[in-house]
């Protein structure tokens, strides 16, 4: 991905980047342009999806519930276990 600085023009570089969820951040920047020196943040954020994922649901559910913790996967067999 490149940035470029909105006060000169020049490429900028990445120095942090701060997300906010898994469908935005901001990216604090900094223009490697020395006369200019700009720093500024810029934000990307998720738009659309072209093509969607060739993951099944299964594998998806799979994964989320080994990210739970012990007591909410517990929880959540029970409340399957009513379905």
């Known amino acids: 991905m490149r940035v470029i600085c909105p006060d000169c023009g020049s490429k900028a570089i990445i120095g ?3 997300r906010l969820s ?3 951040a901001d990216l604090y920047c900094s223009c490697t342009e020395p006369e200019c020196g700009h ?5 990307l954020s ?3 999806t072209l093509s ?5 649901s299964s594998a998806l559910v799979t994964e989320l519930a080994r990210a ?3 007591t909410q996967r517990k ?4 409340e399957l276990a009513l379905l």
Do not use: I, Y
Request: proline share 12%; no cysteine.
């Open 39 to 43: 720093t500024f943040v810029a934000n």
């Open 75 to 78: 929880q959540l067999q029970q």
């Open 22 to 24: 898994p469908a935005h």
């Open 16 to 18: 942090k980047t701060n």
């Open 68 to 70: 739970m913790d012990p």
């Open 46 to 48: 998720f738009s659309h």
């Open 52 to 56: 969607p994922s060739a993951r099944t």
